[in-house]
Antibody
Framework: QVQLQQWGAGLLKPSETLSLTCAVY????????WTWIRQPPGKGLQWIGE???????IYNPSLNSRVTISLDTSKSQFSLNLRSLTAADTAVYYC?????????????????WGQGTLVTVSS | DIVMTQTPLTLSVTPGQPASISCKSS???????????LYWYLQKPGQSPQLLIY???NRFSGVSDRLSGSGSGTDFTLRISRVEAEDVGVYYC?????????FGQGTKLEIK
């Protein structure tokens, strides 16, 4: 059973860079997209971006200029960097696998998810 | 981006009674392959989201048959036939027709 475990700094100052890492246990990177999603306090879910098993990335245009997602298959980890932070970036950040596995269909889904990391941006 | 709009935003239901959540998308989620890319997720208190329904009406493994999804095009509904305590949480609809994947604002289900 695949499990994702994430970690990273939880309190940052404006203009600093957020760095989170997600480790994948019990599964292969191949055939999946490895994603980051965030949830501001009291708000809904926002897709940040994804990286394929071969390293190709797609980012949410609203964050495109500030975000980098990278992959280290040797360590079974993928990471999120978000630069030039502001208070608006305060959120719980989740890593999640996106890919196939739904019976009777080729559809993809988000799952499993990491446990979430609360990142607070405050001076 | 496709905008997903859920109603209501909060729902307070007596155990054993039905519940219904509406989700409307700003454009049709039907793709040329014949599939409709609409999903429902539940975020239980203190947990990460979990998949409930995919492709509008298919229940994910282990999901109670008290839950059902319906709809087409731009209008979708998640129904719970008899609400139980374990159903508490925030329900999100989500589209994966096109990037950027987008979620509704969430509907918080509470027990009366």
């Amino acid at each position: 059973q695949v499990q994702l475990q994430q970690w990273g700094a939880g309190l940052l100052k404006p203009s600093e860079t957020l760095s989170l890492t997600c480790a994948v246990y019990g599964g292969s990177f191949s055939g999946y997209y490895w994603t980051w999603i965030r949830q501001p306090p009291g708000k809904g879910l926002q897709w940040i971006g994804e990286i394929s098993h071969s390293g190709g990335t797609i980012y949410n245009p609203s964050l495109n200029s500030r975000v980098t997602i990278s992959l280290d298959t040797s360590k079974s980890q993928f990471s999120l960097n978000l630069r030039s932070l502001t208070a608006a970036d305060t959120a719980v950040y989740y890593c999640a696998r996106y890919g196939p596995g739904l019976p009777g269909t080729g559809s993809f889904y988000f799952g499993p998810w990491g446990q979430g990391t609360l990142v607070t941006v405050s001076s | 981006d496709i905008v997903m709009t859920q109603t209501p935003l909060t729902l307070s239901v007596t155990p054993g009674q039905p519940a219904s959540i509406s989700c409307k998308s700003s454009q049709s989620l039907l793709k040329s392959d014949g599939k409709t890319y609409l999903y429902w997720y539940l975020q239980k208190p203190g947990q990460s989201p979990q998949l409930l329904i995919y492709d509008v009406f298919n229940r994910f493994s282990g999901v109670s048959d008290r839950l059902s999804g319906s709809g087409s095009g731009t209008d979708f509904t998640l129904r719970i036939s008899r609400v139980e305590a374990e159903d508490v949480g925030v329900y999100y609809c989500m589209q994966s027709l096109q990037l950027v994947y987008t979620f509704g604002q969430g509907t918080k289900l509470e027990i009366k």
